[in-house]
């Protein structure tokens, strides 16, 4: 290539690299960076159920010395929209567990499980699945 065939590449670089950027950002603007879905839908608990407000208790194992009865399985999948996010944290999982167990009116989570990866309809994503549980007295 000639010189001035260079000089015209590289005076188009810079245009060449923002408008690829421009691009990039448009295309993530205004767009929610994750989604969760669970297997819990989102109506609320009965009245005399727990309120949105109340804690509710993670644990990845039992509660030993605490009485509860089961009230079944939540499991959330928090999933990235696009790869210039960054990965779904654990954290963001049990965010999602407690607002799903506080829909259930549950005091608590237990066996509490975590898997990531990358999935075939998402760019990464963390999982999280335990038993909701009542407390008892």
């Known amino acids: 290539p000639s010189s001035a065939a260079m ?3 590289k005076a188009a670089m810079p245009a060449l690299a923002a408008i690829v950027v421009t691009a990039a950002l ?13 297997n819990i839908e989102e109506t609320p608990a009965p009245p005399a159920a727990a309120s ?6 993670l ?15 939540v499991e959330v999948s928090v999933k990235k ?3 210039f996010h960054a990965d779904p944290t654990k954290e963001q ?4 567990l407690i607002e799903k167990a506080k829909l259930l009116g549950a005091d608590a989570v237990v066996n509490v ?9 998402t760019w990464g994503y963390m999982d999280a699945k335990g038993k909701a549980v009542k407390f008892t007295k």
Not at 26 to 38: I, K, L, P, Q
Not at 52 to 57: E, K
Not at 65 to 70: C, F, I, L, P
């Open 52 to 57: 949105r407000s109340a804690q509710v208790l």
């Open 59 to 73: 644990s990845e194992g039992s509660l030993p010395g605490r009485k509860y009865s089961e009230i079944g399985p």
């Open 81 to 83: 929209l696009t790869a």
């Open 7 to 9: 000089l015209m590449v």
């Open 93 to 96: 999982a049990n965010e999602a």
């Open 26 to 38: 448009a295309t993530t603007a205004g767009c929610a960076a994750y989604r969760v879905e669970s």
């Open 113 to 121: 499980t975590y898997s990531s990866g990358v999935g075939f309809t």
